[in-house]
């Protein structure tokens, strides 16, 4: 069997047994503006990030089979390391510039799989866009693929306590309208792409 076809097998197995479950039951998920988001070609859905939840919820509600770019460590976290695995994640090392990890995530956007990427490169305590990287920006310029904001509600909070008994917060994922990717790759023009996506996705957070 063709190891891509494999690896969608996989990825629709773990997210339609493992990962629906939890975003359905326990985390009450919803999606608003399942309309912005491409039907067939390629394209980097760029995120806010808040919980190490987020790639597996993220995937399983877009419907979309995404690549995210994971920092490595997060492949050594039982089960979890086995989920973001199996739905196609690579490892980054953090504060790395990896001429690997560019590599694959090109190859993966030239067979026309997505790619997922936490904008500001690890998670907010505040769950929302605060110092964006320009590295979407400047994988979208070298492809030419579309930028797909999204926003995860709640996720950095997603338990709470009360007399030790657990409450779940309701996850709310929004998509908004598709950013055209940079038409160069000059400063400026990815400072203002990424922008961009900071304030569509901090709008759609509200």
Same mark, same amino acid.
């Given at each position: ?7 969608? %097998?996989?990825?629709?197995?773990? @997210?339609?047994?493992?990962? %629906? ?16 988001? /491409? ?7 760029? @995120? ?7 790639? /597996? ?8 089979? *995404? ?10 976290? $039982? ?27 090109? =190859?993966?956007? @030239? ?9 500001? #490169?690890?998670?907010?305590?505040? #769950?929302?866009?605060? =110092? /964006? ?8 310029? =070298?492809?030419?693929? %579309?930028?797909? $904001?999204?926003?995860?509600? +709640?996720?950095?909070? %997603? ?9 779940? @917060?309701? *996850? ?8 055209? /990717? ?17 304030? +569509?996705? +901090?709008?759609?957070?509200?």
């Amino acid at each position: 069997m063709d190891n891509d076809i494999f690896q969608k %097998l996989i990825y629709q197995l773990v @997210s339609k047994v493992f990962v %629906l479950p939890i975003y359905k039951f326990v985390f009450k998920g919803h999606l608003i503006g399942r309309e912005n988001i /491409p039907k067939k070609n390629s394209f980097i859905m760029v @995120s806010n990030h808040g919980s190490l939840l987020d790639p /597996p919820l993220l995937g399983h509600a877009l419907g979309r089979n *995404i690549s995210f770019m994971a920092k490595a460590e997060l492949f050594k976290i $039982p089960f979890l390391g086995f989920v973001i695995k199996a739905c196609g994640a690579y490892p980054v090392k953090r504060g790395i510039a990896d001429k690997n990890t560019i590599k694959t995530a090109c =190859k993966k956007l @030239s067979k026309n799989n997505c790619i997922g990427i936490f904008i500001d #490169g690890t998670r907010q305590k505040n #769950g929302r866009v605060n =110092k /964006p990287k320009q590295g979407a920006a400047l994988l979208a310029f =070298k492809n030419q693929k %579309l930028l797909l $904001p999204v926003a995860i509600v +709640n996720s950095n909070r %997603l338990v709470r306590f009360k007399f030790f008994i657990p409450f779940f @917060s309701k *996850i709310v994922i929004k998509v908004g309208t598709p950013v055209q /990717p940079p038409q160069s790759s000059s400063k400026d023009e990815l400072k203002y792409v990424t922008m961009q996506l900071k304030d +569509n996705i +901090n709008n759609l957070i509200g």
